[in-house]
Structures are given as C-alpha cells and as structure tokens.
C-alpha cells in the first residue's frame, strides 16, 4: 500500500515540475492546464490512454484545444516541451 502512494506521490511532483512550464492565465488557459495535468496523471497510470510522454501528453492536449477552441492559443514552455513548430 505504501507502495502505491509513493508511486502516487512520485506521479503528482512529476506533474507539478511540468505545469511549472504552462503558466497560469484566464479560463481557457487554466482549463488547458487542468487538461494537461489530468491527462498526464493519467499517462503514468497503470489503464493509461496516453503515452507515458510530456511531449505525446501535450500534443494530445494541443490538438483536443485546436478542435474545441481554434481559436485559442496557449501558453507553456516550447524548449521544455521539445517543440519548435506548431
């Protein structure tokens, strides 16, 4: 059982460093770091429905972002993110 809420524990500080890189704004900015941070607790989970990766996590999120709000940009850390281009 300890086991469990130290993975958990490793998980969400993993987790936290990274929303370090997608700052806060308005709602849609703070929806897009809700996403993310979901998604990625979900990535390092053992049902996983996204690959164990920041960079697959976010791009899962940047494209749900494209359909849903085209018109909304948002903001994080491109270098961190290994993203040059979108």
Do not use: W
């Given at each position: 059982?300890?086991?469990?809420?130290?993975?958990?524990?490793?998980?969400?500080?993993?987790?936290?460093?990274?929303?370090?890189?997608?700052?806060?704004?308005?709602?849609?900015?703070?929806?897009?770091?809700?996403?993310?941070?979901?998604?990625?607790?979900?990535s390092m989970g053992k049902r996983a429905q996204?690959?164990?990766?920041?960079?697959?996590?976010?791009?899962?999120?940047?494209?749900?972002?494209?359909?849903?709000?085209?018109?909304?940009?948002?903001?994080?850390?491109?270098?961190?993110?290994?993203?040059t281009k979108r």
């Open positions: 059982m300890f086991q469990a809420q130290e993975k958990l524990a490793k998980m969400r500080e993993t987790v936290r460093e990274e929303l370090r890189h997608i700052p806060r704004g308005g709602i849609e900015q703070n929806m897009f770091r809700a996403v993310y941070e979901s998604c990625r607790l979900n996204y690959p164990n990766s920041k960079e697959e996590v976010l791009k899962a999120c940047l494209d749900y972002y494209k359909k849903t709000y085209p018109n909304f940009q948002p903001q994080y850390d491109k270098p961190f993110f290994k993203e």
